[in-house]
C-alpha cells in the first residue's frame, strides 16, 4: 500500500477516535465493584472473535546462535530460542525451569513480577515437548505479561486497589495471540498504579528496580511498564509485553538495554487491556533485540473485530524480513532500503558523546542519509501544554469509583483528579492542537523533503498523534546505566524502523550486554532499602 493511502486511512482512523467512543471495544458484563474493569475493555466471557496470528515460517527466522546461549538457556534470545528448539538442541521445559529458577533465586531483588504462574508454564511447556502444543513459531517460549492485559484465571490487578481481587475470565486480544501461537505466560509483570508511574505497591513505595542497578531502587527504570522491561533485562522472561500510553515501552526499553516497539495505533488490539486514555493507549513487545520484537509484534498484530480500530487497516508488513539485517558475502551491513533519518536540532543536547557516535554508525551505512530537522515554531506548546488533554480521558472510565472510593486510586489519585478538573471544551481544543500537530509532523517533518523515520529526544509527540517509534541499545552512561536512542516512524511503518534498528544493531553489540546478577547482601537488602513515591511525584512523572 502506497504512502499517501496509508496517510490517509490513519486520518480518518484518528478523527474516528476522537470523535465519539465508536472505537472503543464493548462494554464488559458487571460483576461486582471489586471485580470489574472499566467500560468499554472486555466482551463477554467466551467471545473469540480475535483472528489468528499471522503466520511466521520458523524457517525464516535466521540468526546466528552465540556461544553465551549454548551455556545458559536463559541468555538465548527468542528468536535463539526458535532455532535451538528448531534443531533440538533445547526443549521448552528446560527453557521455562531456567527462568523459573532465576525468578526463584533473584526476584525478591527485581520484583519484576506480580505474579508467577510457575506450575502452569512448566506443564504448557512439557506438552509443547510432546508435540500437544497449539504449535506455532513462539511454541515453548515462556513471556511475561505487563498486569494490566487481562488473563484468563490469573489475577489482573493493575497494581491497583481497584482491581485487588480480579480474575479475568478470558485473555486480552495481544495475550490470546501469543499463547495461540505457542507462547507461555510465566507470569505478570509489576507496574505503575494504573500504569501511572514507575512500578511502585499502590501506597506509591517502589518495587521493580533497574536491572542493571538492582541494588539501588533509586535509578530510574523507566515509565510503567518496568516489571516486564525488568523481567526480560534480568533474564527471568524470553520476551515481554507492556502498554504504553506517555513512553512505558520505550522508555524502560531504554533504561534497561532493550527493544522496545510501540506500534501504530490500531496494529494490536487493546481489548482486555485496563485503559489509561483511549486515543493514546498502546500495546506491544519489549525485547532483547530488532529480531525478537519483530517476532512479537507479528503475532500480536492484525484486527480484532472487539477493537474497531484495528479494522480496515493496511496489512502487516513482513516484519520479521525487515528485522533480518542485509549483509553482504564480504560482510558489509546495509539498508534494505534507502532511508532518510531526521536528526533534530537539539538531538545532542545530551549524551553527546554516545549519540554522536551512533550518528556516525548509521552515517556510515550505506542507504542511510541523515537529514537536519527544524522543529516548527510551536512544537513545545504542541507537545507540551496541550499533552495535558489526555487526564481527561483517564478519568472517564473510572468515575464510578472517584465517586465512591478515591482512596482505591492511591498514590496515583492526583493525576485522575486533574483529569476530573478538564471541562469538555478544553479536551476539544486539545484535540484540535493533536490534529494540528499531526499535520505539521506529516506535511512537514515527514513531507515530500523530509525524512522516512525521525530520531527523538522523548516519546511524547509519537505517543499523542499514534505514530509508531522504536527504542533501542545505543550504549551506557558514566554509571553503567544502559542510554538508548527513540525512533519515530510515519503511519503503519513499523518494518522501516526494524529495518534500522536490525542494520545498527548487526553493527554494535550493546544490545547483546547482560547485566550482573544481584549480589546476596542487595537481596538481603531488598525489603527495607526501598524509597516510596509521594502524590505529588506520581502526578508529575504521570503517564
Given at each position: 500500500?502506497?504512502?499517501?493511502?496509508?496517510?490517509?486511512?490513519?486520518?480518518?482512523?484518528?478523527a474516528?477516535?476522537v470523535?465519539?467512543?465508536?472505537?472503543?471495544?464493548?462494554?464488559?458484563?458487571?460483576?461486582?465493584?471489586?471485580?470489574?474493569?472499566?467500560?468499554?475493555?472486555?466482551a463477554?466471557?467466551?467471545?473469540?472473535?480475535?483472528?489468528?496470528?499471522?503466520?511466521?515460517?520458523?524457517?525464516?527466522?535466521?540468526v546466528?546462535?552465540r556461544?553465551?546461549?549454548?551455556?545458559?538457556?536463559?541468555?538465548?534470545?527468542?528468536?535463539?530460542?526458535?532455532?535451538?528448539?528448531?534443531?533440538?538442541?533445547?526443549?521448552?521445559?528446560?527453557?521455562?525451569?531456567?527462568?523459573?529458577?532465576?525468578?526463584?533465586?533473584?526476584?525478591?531483588t527485581?520484583?519484576?513480577?506480580?505474579?508467577?504462574?510457575?506450575d502452569?508454564?512448566?506443564?504448557?511447556?512439557?506438552?509443547?515437548?510432546?508435540?500437544?502444543?497449539?504449535?506455532?513459531?513462539?511454541?515453548?517460549?515462556?513471556?511475561?505479561?505487563?498486569?494490566?492485559?487481562f488473563t484468563?484465571?490469573?489475577?489482573?490487578?493493575?497494581?491497583?486497589?481497584?482491581?485487588?481481587?480480579f480474575?479475568?475470565?478470558?485473555?486480552?486480544?495481544?495475550?490470546?495471540?501469543?499463547?495461540a501461537?505457542?507462547?507461555?505466560?510465566?507470569?505478570?509483570?509489576?507496574?505503575g498504579?494504573?500504569?501511572?508511574?514507575?512500578?511502585?505497591?499502590?501506597?506509591?513505595?517502589?518495587t521493580?528496580?533497574?536491572?542493571?542497578?538492582?541494588?539501588?531502587?533509586?535509578?530510574?527504570?523507566?515509565?510503567s511498564?518496568t516489571?516486564?522491561?525488568?523481567?526480560?533485562?534480568?533474564?527471568?522472561?524470553?520476551?515481554?509485553?507492556?502498554?504504553?500510553?506517555?513512553?512505558?515501552?520505550?522508555l524502560?526499553?531504554?533504561?534497561?538495554?532493550?527493544?522496545?516497539?510501540?506500534?501504530?495505533?490500531?496494529?494490536?488490539?487493546?481489548?482486555?487491556?485496563?485503559?489509561?486514555?483511549?486515543?493514546r493507549?498502546?500495546?506491544?513487545?519489549?525485547?532483547?533485540?530488532a529480531?525478537?520484537?519483530?517476532?512479537?509484534l507479528?503475532?500480536m498484530?492484525?484486527?480484532?473485530?472487539?477493537?474497531?480500530?484495528?479494522?480496515?487497516?493496511?496489512?502487516?508488513?513482513?516484519?520479521?524480513?525487515?528485522?533480518?539485517?542485509v549483509?553482504?558475502?564480504?560482510?558489509?551491513v546495509?539498508?534494505?532500503?534507502?532511508?532518510?533519518?531526521?536528526?533534530?536540532?537539539?538531538?545532542?543536547s545530551?549524551?553527546?558523546?554516545?549519540?554522536?557516535a551512533?550518528?556516525?554508525?548509521?552515517?556510515?551505512?550505506?542507504?542511510?542519509?541523515?537529514?537536519?530537522?527544524?522543529?516548527?515554531?510551536?512544537?513545545?506548546?504542541?507537545?507540551?501544554?496541550?499533552?495535558?488533554?489526555?487526564?481527561?480521558?483517564?478519568?472517564?472510565?473510572?468515575?464510578?469509583?472517584?465517586r465512591?472510593?478515591?482512596?482505591?486510586?492511591?498514590?496515583?489519585?492526583l493525576?485522575?483528579?486533574?483529569g476530573?478538573?478538564?471541562?469538555?471544551?478544553?479536551?476539544?481544543?486539545?484535540?484540535?492542537?493533536?490534529?494540528?500537530?499531526?499535520?505539521?509532523?506529516?506535511?512537514?517533518?515527514?513531507?515530500d523533503?523530509?525524512?522516512?523515520?525521525?530520531?527523538?529526544t522523548?516519546?511524547?509527540?509519537?505517543?499523542?498523534?499514534g505514530?509508531?517509534?522504536?527504542?533501542?541499545?545505543?550504549?551506557?552512561?558514566?554509571?553503567?546505566?544502559?542510554?538508548?536512542?527513540?525512533?519515530?516512524?510515519?503511519?503503519?511503518?513499523?518494518?522501516?524502523?526494524?529495518?534500522?534498528?536490525?542494520?545498527?544493531?548487526?553493527?554494535?553489540?550493546?544490545?547483546?550486554?547482560?547485566?550482573?546478577d544481584?549480589?546476596?547482601?542487595?537481596?538481603?537488602?531488598?525489603?527495607?532499602?526501598?524509597?516510596?513515591?509521594?502524590?505529588?511525584?506520581?502526578?508529575?512523572?504521570?503517564?
Amino acid at each position: 500500500m502506497s504512502r499517501a493511502l496509508n496517510r490517509r486511512v490513519f486520518l480518518a482512523s484518528s478523527a474516528a477516535a476522537v470523535a465519539s467512543g465508536v472505537a472503543l471495544p464493548a462494554t464488559s458484563a458487571q460483576a461486582s465493584q471489586a471485580q470489574t474493569a472499566p467500560a468499554g475493555q472486555a466482551a463477554s466471557a467466551g467471545t473469540r472473535t480475535t483472528e489468528q496470528p499471522s503466520a511466521i515460517d520458523p524457517r525464516d527466522i535466521r540468526v546466528d546462535v552465540r556461544q553465551a546461549a549454548l551455556d545458559d538457556p536463559s541468555e538465548a534470545t527468542l528468536a535463539e530460542a526458535v532455532v535451538l528448539m528448531r534443531r533440538g538442541k533445547l526443549s521448552a521445559t528446560d527453557l521455562v525451569q531456567a527462568y523459573l529458577e532465576r525468578i526463584e533465586r533473584y526476584d525478591a531483588t527485581y520484583q519484576a513480577y506480580a505474579e508467577v504462574t510457575g506450575d502452569a508454564a512448566l506443564a504448557a511447556a512439557r506438552r509443547a515437548d510432546r508435540g500437544e502444543g497449539p504449535g506455532g513459531v513462539l511454541s515453548g517460549i515462556p513471556l511475561c505479561i505487563k498486569d494490566n492485559y487481562f488473563t484468563n484465571g490469573v489475577p489482573t490487578r493493575c497494581n491497583s486497589y481497584i482491581f485487588e481481587d480480579f480474575v479475568p475470565d478470558e485473555d486480552a486480544a495481544a495475550v490470546a495471540r501469543l499463547t495461540a501461537a505457542g507462547g507461555i505466560v510465566l507470569g505478570k509483570g509489576q507496574m505503575g498504579p494504573l500504569a501511572t508511574t514507575r512500578a511502585t505497591k499502590p501506597n506509591g513505595t517502589v518495587t521493580t528496580v533497574n536491572a542493571w542497578t538492582p541494588d539501588d531502587p533509586a535509578v530510574d527504570p523507566g515509565g510503567s511498564s518496568t516489571g516486564p522491561a525488568c523481567a526480560v533485562a534480568a533474564r527471568l522472561a524470553s520476551s515481554s509485553i507492556g502498554t504504553q500510553t506517555g513512553g512505558s515501552i520505550v522508555l524502560p526499553s531504554n533504561q534497561q538495554n532493550l527493544t522496545g516497539l510501540k506500534p501504530t495505533m490500531g496494529r494490536v488490539s487493546v481489548h482486555g487491556v485496563i485503559p489509561l486514555s483511549f486515543t493514546r493507549d498502546h500495546s506491544g513487545p519489549l525485547a532483547r533485540d530488532a529480531m525478537d520484537a519483530a517476532i512479537m509484534l507479528q503475532v500480536m498484530a492484525g484486527p480484532d473485530a472487539r477493537d474497531p480500530r484495528t479494522l480496515g487497516l493496511p496489512d502487516v508488513p513482513d516484519l520479521v524480513r525487515a528485522a533480518t539485517p542485509v549483509v553482504s558475502r564480504g560482510g558489509a551491513v546495509r539498508m534494505r532500503r534507502a532511508t532518510r533519518i531526521g536528526v533534530p536540532t537539539d538531538f545532542l543536547s545530551s549524551q553527546k558523546k554516545l549519540r554522536g557516535a551512533f550518528l556516525d554508525t548509521l552515517d556510515a551505512t550505506p542507504g542511510v542519509t541523515l537529514v537536519n530537522v527544524t522543529y516548527p515554531t510551536d512544537w513545545a506548546l504542541l507537545t507540551g501544554t496541550f499533552n495535558a488533554a489526555r487526564l481527561a480521558e483517564r478519568t472517564e472510565p473510572f468515575r464510578h469509583w472517584l465517586r465512591t472510593d478515591p482512596t482505591k486510586f492511591g498514590v496515583s489519585l492526583l493525576s485522575w483528579l486533574q483529569g476530573l478538573m478538564l471541562s469538555g471544551d478544553e479536551w476539544i481544543t486539545g484535540q484540535r492542537a493533536k490534529n494540528h500537530l499531526l499535520r505539521e509532523v506529516l506535511d512537514g517533518t515527514f513531507g515530500d523533503d523530509g525524512c522516512d523515520v525521525l530520531l527523538q529526544t522523548g516519546p511524547v509527540p509519537f505517543d499523542i498523534l499514534g505514530l509508531p517509534e522504536i527504542g533501542f541499545p545505543i550504549g551506557f552512561d558514566d554509571d553503567g546505566v544502559p542510554v538508548g536512542a527513540i525512533l519515530g516512524g510515519q503511519p503503519y511503518e513499523e518494518d522501516r524502523l526494524l529495518e534500522v534498528a536490525a542494520a545498527y544493531q548487526s553493527l554494535t553489540d550493546w544490545h547483546t550486554r547482560r547485566p550482573s546478577d544481584p549480589a546476596m547482601a542487595a537481596r538481603l537488602r531488598s525489603a527495607t532499602v526501598r524509597p516510596r513515591v509521594t502524590a505529588e511525584e506520581a502526578a508529575a512523572a504521570s503517564a
